[in-house]
């Protein structure tokens, strides 16, 4: 059973925007706080921002300022607006629960930042 399915990722130069889609089941998105997540090769999978039901947000050091998450309830869908981005911001790109939720991990969406 799908709960949180990612999209939106590519390859772009640096300095050129993205935003990433996490569509969620509905009682996820209603009752939980989300976050986005990445994870570069070889290293581990860190949160770079979450957001709370209520709309609270949290940002890694590194994004903040370049990177929004936010969330439509219509749609029961989070977003990550990816803007100013830089090589190191290259990962595959997760959607889950904060804290995250094991079985929920997806396929995530591979982001890749190159000239």
């Known amino acids: 059973q799908v709960q949180l399915v990612e999209s939106g990722g590519g390859l772009v130069q640096p300095g050129e925007s993205l935003r990433l889609s996490c569509a969620a089941s509905?009682?996820?998105?209603?009752?939980?706080?989300l976050g986005w997540y990445r994870q570069a090769p070889g290293e581990q999978r860190d949160l770079v921002a979450s957001?709370?039901?209520?709309?609270?947000?949290i940002y890694a050091d590194s994004v903040k300022g370049r990177f929004t998450i936010s969330r439509d309830s219509e749609e029961n869908t989070v977003y990550l607006q990816m803007n100013s981005l830089k090589p190191e911001d290259t990962a595959v790109y997760y959607c889950?629960?904060?804290?995250?939720?094991?079985?929920?991990w997806g396929q995530g969406t591979q982001v890749t930042v190159s000239s």
């Open positions: 889950n629960t904060d804290p995250a939720t094991v079985g929920y």
């Open positions: 509905r009682s996820i998105f209603r009752l939980l706080k």
């Open positions: 957001i709370t039901i209520f709309g609270g947000t």
